[in-house]
């Protein structure tokens, strides 16, 4: 959960790095602006470092004095961007990242550009509709209607295979917008892999030759499908959201099979289909 809104925190404020700003009819200086540097590149060491780590620890590895390194942390705890566990003394991630990086989510363009379509959706088929978004080498699912708007955080983090984030319809979309549609792609095989050894190995290919198959004909179809291979009881029907061709997201609606069964899969399929393509439409065209 942390990785996404870090992404979303250090968008906001990586800006700063580049301008004095004038705040109040002030000027930050230089001293400030390297100081804020300073509290990113702590923020992102403890994050890639597992989200714990010590104060002389934080020195080693940024080269810094102790002194430093303490005075920056003891601020950035005072104002809630970390946390610390009095019995270890471990600094952790701490509230107020995790705030900006919620508010940042929910006003991202394709959050406010999906989010009433998304409740056409929930409100028509009486289901769960989910928006996952591509950051880098990450999925994460940013929005969830399931009645009424959430932002939410699912990351791939650790576990894809066991995460929302990466149910097999999304990573299937995901894939064949993405990938060279071939046997030696790498990033077929990585998942044909995690999935090799998974609770899914059962549900799903074990040959990458089929695999590729499939994943074509996700392309030709334009959506994916699954019907209980990540949940028994449950349907998903993903379509992408795209940008030159390309997957920047997904959007999904899933749900138990007695309820989604009462629809027709093409209906669902069209209106899925329609509503990607002006999501993307409206996406290239902001």
Known sequence: ?????????????????????????????????????????????IHSNGGKMSVSSIAEVMNLHRSTVHRTLTTMYQKDFLSKDPKTGLYTIGSKALILGFSAANNLPIATTARPY??????????????????????????????????????????????????????????????QLESSNEAIQIYLSKVSNSRFKGNFFTS??????????VKNDGYAYESGEYHFDELCYCVPILNNKKAIATLSIYGHKSYLNKFHKQDIIKDLLDISKTISDLLSNS
């Open 118 to 179: 998304m409740a056409f959706l929930a409100e028509k088929y009486s289901n769960s509709v989910s928006l996952s978004v591509i950051e880098g080498s990450n999925v994460f699912v940013i929005g969830n209607y399931s009645g009424y708007y959430t932002t939410t955080f699912y990351s791939l983090h650790e576990d894809p295979l066991n995460c929302e984030a990466y149910r097999p319809a999304v990573a299937h979309c995901m894939l064949a917008y993405n990938c």
């Open 1 to 45: 959960m942390e990785q996404l809104f870090f992404i979303f925190l250090f968008k906001l404020c990586y800006t700063i790095r580049k301008k004095l700003y004038i705040s109040k009819g002030v000027y930050i200086s230089l001293s400030s602006l390297q100081s804020l540097d300073r509290a990113l590149d702590i923020l992102s060491l």
């Open 208 to 217: 990458i030759d089929d695999l590729v198959a499939y994943l074509k004909k």
